[in-house]
């Protein structure tokens, strides 16, 4: 019981030290250098912004990534299930058949409300 905590609290160390250890390490070998005026310009992200710049953008585009992002996931769900269903019993063929119709009446909610239709 002691070693399994004990990988525990060694992976969590590792996981505390590593990104200190990338920063200073970053920190000793970047350049010494003062940066050129231009390269505090807005060329590294784009041409320069006339006009207003706060745009407003429709909704819909954020219900693609969500509705790519619950179907990616049920991929990946449903192919371990997949893989081991030989091993799996009645009760878990009905937990992945409530998670598929959970997603199922998402889509046909996101479908209702307008969300799959590009303008």
């Not at 969590?12 to 390490?25: E, G, K, M, T």
């Not at 807005?42 to 953008?57: A, K, L, S």
């Not at 081991?84 to 997603?103: C, N, S, T, Y």
Request: proline residues 2%; charged residues 20%.
């Amino acid at each position: 019981m002691i070693a399994d905590w004990a990988s525990i609290g060694g992976i969590l160390v590792i996981a505390l030290l590593f990104p200190i250890i990338i920063l200073a390490v970053s920190a000793l070998i970047r350049s010494r250098r003062k940066a050129a005026l231009y390269k505090y310009t807005t060329y590294e992200c784009g041409p320069e912004t006339e006009g207003d710049t706060w745009v407003q953008f429709k909704a819909n585009y954020f219900m693609y990534a969500l509705l790519f992002v619950a179907f990616d996931v049920e991929t990946v769900f449903l192919y371990l299930w997949a893989v081991k269903i030989h091993d799996f019993g009645l009760f878990v063929f009905a937990e992945i058949f409530l998670f598929i119709m959970i997603l199922v009446i998402g889509l046909i909610y996101d479908w209702k409300e307008g969300a799959l239709e590009w303008e």
